[in-house]
């Protein structure tokens, strides 16, 4: 039997409104810390996939269900120094033996097909590099500007455990050498991250 006694209070619409509001943005900075960051890309390591003004979004969540695959293209810790983020692409996974040979990457010994690489022709300084063991819990990244890059090559196999998440949008791009009309690049916004 109901209480005729007790009165039901209705919220005002001003006050569902400010609490949709609060809880919207504690949902945001949830997800922001869980499962999405987002990056700026400073520089043009990984010319021509990302350009330098790229706004990226990445997935930290992805690596607590599957381990790292080759061609994703991860940000983590830098482990020359941790408070800076760096990108690069996964070339060589625990197990496996890496090589360079001029512009071509091989691994176990077969060829890779890299769609993805720029490089600089006429260069005299490249070196390619003697076959490398990939160590059990470690990765070897390398940046899509092959000439322009520090990676793997210069500073060693990546800690998987120092992975902040897999790199997968351009949500913003902005070209600060262009003119006024041509600051945004439209084209990139939205472009998915292979």
Known sequence: MADKGKKVRK???SREFTEAIVIAIIAAFLIRGLVVQAFKIPSGSMIPTLEIGDHILVNKFIYRFREPKRGDVIVFKFPGDEKKDYIKRVVGLPGEWVEMKGTTIYVNGTPLD?????YNHGISQRNGFRPLFVRPGYLFVMGDNRDNSRDSRSWGQLQIDKIKGRAFLIYFSWNKHGDFT???RWGRLGDRIH
């Open 114 to 118: 890299e769609t993805y690489t720029r």
């Open 182 to 184: 041509h600051k945004v």
């Open 11 to 13: 919220k005002s619409a």
